[in-house]
């Protein structure tokens, strides 16, 4: 188990870094920013909302189902950034060693999964009335659904060992390999033919819509990037916690039979 | 609130399904929390501690 193997051989004081790697650690600072975050995000959300359905205005070709792409974009992002940010973790594992980094990863990966779904269900219900269909075997489209798939077999995988140090390589190798995913996913609408229109957003040049559209989208993304954030530093706390259960039971249990 | 026009039904079906979802994972990922939090403290109450708890006195 990782988050209980570190040592503490020696009683000099730790530094930034320890700080940040050592899973104890970690559980006593990271309680200070889950309250911040919550309110953060909540408040976020509730301006975020605010603007979506009262303070901005119906687009002038697709009329008022803009209004889905202030959850559709956020989720759509979040479903690649959390990839992102797995992968940097399964470098973190497999290049450093450091305690959190598989921590993190089997963290995330259930919380992309749900970005992701999210991200294909709006998708789908933006595209029925402006495309005519709810979906299409498009280069986007697809690779948002193998991306999909590839967050549910990772939790599958994170579930199926009882070695999470074992499993914790063997995922982020995995990890690894999938991410050429993401390139795929972003470069689609300028590879193959699709309904996407390219980055709208985030482009040379600057963002190609006005800013009654663009304020009420900016903020619900970073509402929904504070969530995430939000979740994925409890969730690491939980997994901490979890590998701690763990530990405890199986000295509980090597007692019992010592006794 | 808004007339939100003729593709209403598409509208309010997105966001109540992210509504739905994301209530969903914060309830899992809290109850998940409580519960590995409850199961070191019934293991705590058997008597069962990490070496360095007793050393120290560390509570998470």
């Known amino acids: ?67 889905i792409m202030y959850v559709h974009v956020p989720n759509a992002w979040l479903s690649q950034f959390v990839y992102v940010a797995m992968a940097i973790s399964a470098v973190g594992t497999l290049v450093w060693r450091h305690p959190l ?61 009882d070695d999470q140090l074992r499993a914790a390589k063997l995922i982020a190798v995995l990890t690894l390999v999938g991410a050429i995913n993401i390139p795929v996913i972003k470069f689609s609408v300028d590879w193959w033919n699709t309904l996407h229109q390219p980055a709208s957003v985030m482009r040379a040049g600057g963002p190609t819509m006005p800013s009654s559209i663009l304020i009420p989208l900016i903020v619900m993304t970073f509402a929904f990037t504070f969530l995430f954030a939000l979740l994925q530093v409890i969730s690491m706390r939980t997994e901490i916690l979890r590998r701690r259960v763990r530990a405890l039971e199986r000295k509980s249990a090597l007692e019992g039979i010592s006794q | 609130m808004i007339d939100l026009g003729p593709h209403a039904s598409f509208i309010i079906s997105a966001y109540i399904g992210v509504a739905l979802v994301t209530l969903g994972l914060i309830i899992m990922t809290l109850m998940d929390s409580a519960r590995q939090k409850r199961r070191i403290a019934e293991l705590d109450a058997m008597g069962v501690h990490r070496r360095s708890d007793s050393t120290n006195g560390s509570k998470t």
Request: no cysteine; aromatic share 18%; hydrophobic share 55%.
């Open chain 1, 1 to 67: 188990m990782s988050s209980d193997t570190a040592k503490s051989t020696t009683a000099k004081p730790m530094n930034w870094f320890d700080r940040l790697a050592h899973p104890g650690q970690f559980l006593i600072w990271s309680r200070y920013f889950v309250w911040p975050l919550a309110i953060i995000a909540t408040a976020l959300f509730a301006v975020g909302l605010w603007y979506a359905f009262f303070n901005s205005p119906e687009d002038y070709q697709m009329g008022d189902t803009v209004r």
């Open chain 1, 101 to 161: 980094a598989d921590v993190s990863m089997k963290a995330a990966a259930p919380l992309g999964a749900a970005f992701t779904a999210m991200a294909l269900f709006t998708g789908a219900l933006w595209g029925r009335p402006t495309w005519g269909t709810f979906w299409e075997w498009d280069g986007r489209m697809t690779s948002t659904l193998v991306l999909f798939l590839m967050y549910l077999g990772l939790v599958v995988l994170w579930r199926s060992f």
